[in-house]
Nanobody, 122 residues
């Protein structure tokens, strides 16, 4: 299983970025794809996920972040709007088979992409 996250970069506060996670063909169906982020000195935290066609988000990010899935391209996107300096982190996509109660837990995902840096300047 291979995942490739892309789309990170430097953006001013209030701006937008769209991250993409390309999943190797043959593994997309039946799996959940999660987005996590990790800021320097902090633990990896849940951003959102798509599981069985339903999306889940960290409560603090609802309304600003949106996950979409492109089945034909084996890709999951993370649209991030109204970015804040505190959104600065390395963003990772991951794939696994979490149950609902574990969907926010990094340990529920067995495969991870390499991460893409998002930096939001004030």
């Amino acid at each position: 299983v291979q995942l490739q996250a892309s789309g990170g970069g430097l953006v001013q506060a209030g701006g937008s970025l769209r991250l993409s996670c390309a999943v190797s063909e043959g593994t997309f169906s039946g799996y959940s794809v999660g987005w996590f982020r990790q800021a320097p000195g902090k633990e990896r935290e849940f951003v959102g996920a798509v599981r069985l066609g339903r999306t889940y988000y960290d409560d603090s990010l609802k309304g600003r972040f949106t996950i979409s899935k492109e089945n034909a391209k084996n890709m999951v996107n993370l649209q991030m709007n109204s970015l804040k300096p505190e959104d600065t982190a390395v963003y990772y996509c991951a794939i696994g088979r979490p149950i609902i109660s574990t969907i926010r837990s990094p340990s529920a995902y067995g495969y991870w992409g390499q991460g893409t840096q998002v930096t939001v300047s004030s």
